[in-house]
Nanobody
């Protein structure tokens, strides 16, 4: 069973930055696409970004494009999400998830939660002055 563990959340002021990490329990990054989602209280889970297993293809939702950056370090079994220029509306629990490699070929696929088979427990991001 693949396990994913997120970390790096916390409290920041508007305009601040955080780097979230998603650590995989096994050497899996060459075999899975990884996505980041978030869920705020009372709202549905929404897709943030995804990265392919092999060629580094990335996709971003419109509301984070230009502010967030997804990357990965295969040697460390870790995917990162750099959050810059944070806004109060970015506050949420952020989850990473692993899915089959081909979902990053089309942005619409990697934005769908049911395309992912494994999920982490989430890390809380709070943006407040």
């Amino acid at each position: 069973q693949l396990q994913l563990v997120e970390s790096g959340g916390g409290l920041v002021h508007p305009g601040g930055s955080l780097r979230l990490s998603c650590l995989s329990s096994r050497f899996t990054l060459p075999y899975y696409a990884i996505g980041w989602f978030r869920q705020a209280p009372g709202k549905e889970r929404e897709w943030v970004s995804c990265i392919s297993n092999s060629d580094g293809t990335t996709h971003y939702s419109d509301f984070v494009k230009g502010r967030f950056t997804i990357s990965k370090d295969n040697a460390k079994n870790t995917v990162y999400l750099q959050l810059n220029s944070l806004k109060p509306e970015d506050a949420a629990v952020y989850y990473c998830a692993a899915g089959r490699p081909d979902i990053t070929t089309v942005q619409a696929l990697c934005s769908i939660p049911r395309e992912y088979n494994y999920w982490g427990q989430g890390t809380q991001v709070t943006v407040s002055s």
